[in-house]
């Protein structure tokens, strides 16, 4: 018996020596961590006195230079973590220095074709007649452009644009709403109404700089976010057509006004006779996209 517990002993002091140690080196790695140590310093600390193998620090623990990065990843919700950050800006910047001019005005407004697919179900569903057009660009410029454009033709059934006008689908959507929802709704309040016909277009796309101002800005047209109402035709063949109307105390001076005031609902800019000299004839309507959806309604 007396051997037989002396073997014990020299294994266990065997064991136990090596375990130590390994366990005192765990403890500390894990401090680096930021973790508390939870590990027994060694078998005499065994809460039931039974010697375990020595906690083998795991991934999880194990100070990896990716752990040292741990808590950037749980604050990046692209989840790159920190390595990943730092190592961004130049990848990027030699992006854009490959591509010195960069996208064009047209190129960053070009839809997704599954959102272009959408945007064309509704403007059928609205009952828009259009036909799609390859992409424009023009060599005059090379931020004029609209990469999936549709060549309307009937804004809404019974309700032609004479011509056609091309112009990006969100652009028709809009203008077949403000048809449903304003103009038509005012029209039949006018004293002679008659079945309103016809939308007789100014520019629709046109590649220019605005006008009216000093700015050499690129005219919202070029992008196919605008579209110009220069006056409107009804079934008995009689004409309404846009024109500085203030004061006048008729009944066309009320529908243009609600009209006018009515196409901020589904614009972002509305412009017309008053606006400037070169607004007198005709509504300017478009979707320019502004900081904080701000609207320029005149
Ligand atoms: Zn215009």
Known sequence: MQARAFLAL????CVAL????????????????????SLP??????????LRPPARPDAAAEPTPSDSFAPAQMDDPSGRGGE????DPAPAADALASEA?????????????????????????????????APITSPEDRDCGIARPLRVTEIQPGISLPGGAEMRCATAMRLALWVRHELTPALRLLPSAAALTEIRPGSAYQ??????GSSEKLSEHALGNAFDVMGLGFANGSEMMIAPR?????????????????????????????????????????????????????
């Open 18 to 37: 090596p375990i130590a140690a390994q366990t005192d080196d765990a403890a500390g790695q894990q401090s680096a961590t930021g973790d508390a140590p």
């Open 10 to 13: 020299l294994g266990f002091v």
């Open 101 to 133: 001019e960069g996208p064009t005005a047209w190129q960053l407004l070009a839809e997704p074709p599954l959102a272009h697919h959408a945007c064309l179900m509704s403007a059928t569903l609205l009952g828009i007649r259009f036909e799609e057009l």
């Open 246 to 298: 203030d004061g006048s105390g008729s009944a066309e001076e009320a529908v243009q006004k609600a009209i006018r005031h009515g196409g901020c609902l589904y614009f972002t800019t509305v412009l017309g006779p008053g606006s400037n000299a070169a607004h007198d004839d005709h509504l300017h309507f478009d979707i320019a996209m502004r900081a904080g959806g701000w609207r320029l309604c005149e």
């Open 207 to 212: 590649c220019r700089a605005r006008v009216g």
């Open 41 to 50: 310093a060694g078998p005499d600390s065994s809460p039931d006195g039974v």
């Open 84 to 87: 990943a950050r730092s190592a």
